[in-house]
């Protein structure tokens, strides 16, 4: 589960990106953080990999029975480490590494991790392969299009097998038959029993999607849509060890 209890985080100069958050997200669930552009959804997702702490408030999260984090804890760097490998992360302007083609890219975050080279292979073809990517693995980033280039920073994202995906206004820059595809993708990822969590502004883009919103504004939860139907039981297996 994770958890966000009266959370702020305050920037210099007094500014607040979050003021009093508070909610949980399930084992397995699929959430859209929605809201206005400097809502608070950057944030939020910033304090769940760990790249910003809170100032008031607690965020907790818990991996199966082994590892837990709680802002409120002192934590070292090696355990932060530890914990980010369960996270897969999307940005909306996909850190693709240039000089590496589509292949490498995503085999990079498994090269990290020391995983065997046949198994590596092998992880990187099935990844590509749910992307829709196996024609362009040999293309550098730079030659495919944008939608394609997301969809890459996916392939990467779930290579590892991370309990959650973090997903950072990935359709931001995509046409809208590109942005319906990486959430569709998004969608089969969940159905695995990821948890998936995608911020996005574009509340036409989601508005049939029977998943739960998590509505900011000014840093505050404003809202908490629940499910248009039982997602739980007809659109997913049951969860991973989340």
Avoid: C
Wanted: charged share 25%.
């Amino acid at each position: 589960m994770i958890r966000f209890n009266q959370v702020a985080k305050i920037y210099p100069g007094g500014g607040r990106a979050l003021d009093g958050a508070d909610f949980h997200i399930e084992s397995g669930e699929f959430v859209f953080l929605t809201g206005p552009n400097g809502a608070g959804k950057t944030t939020v997702l910033k304090l769940l990999y760990l790249n910003e702490t809170a100032d008031e408030g607690e965020v907790s999260f818990t991996f199966g029975n082994d590892h837990h984090y709680s802002s409120l804890e002192r934590i070292a760097r090696s355990k932060i480490q530890l914990l980010r490998r369960h996270l897969g992360i999307v940005f909306q302007d996909f850190k693709l590494l240039t000089d590496r083609n589509v292949f490498e890219n995503v085999a990079l975050a498994l090269r990290v991790a020391s995983v065997p080279e046949d198994l590596l292979q092998r992880r990187v073809e099935e990844v590509l392969a749910l992307t829709g990517l196996t024609d362009k693995a040999r293309n550098l980033p730079q030659e495919i299009s944008s939608g394609e280039q997301q969809r890459v920073a996916i392939a990467r994202a779930v290579a590892n097998n991370p309990h959650v995906i973090l997903a950072d206004e990935p359709t931001g820059n995509l046409d809208p038959d590109a942005s319906r595809e990486i959430v569709r993708i998004l969608e089969e990822i969940h159905k695995s029993g990821t948890t998936v969590i995608m911020a996005t502004h574009d509340e036409s883009l989601i508005q049939s999607l029977p998943y739960r919103r998590i509505r900011l504004e000014w840093g505050k939860v404003v809202n908490t849509e629940e499910p248009t139907n039982d997602f739980n039981e007809s659109t997913r297996s049951a969860p991973s060890d989340f």
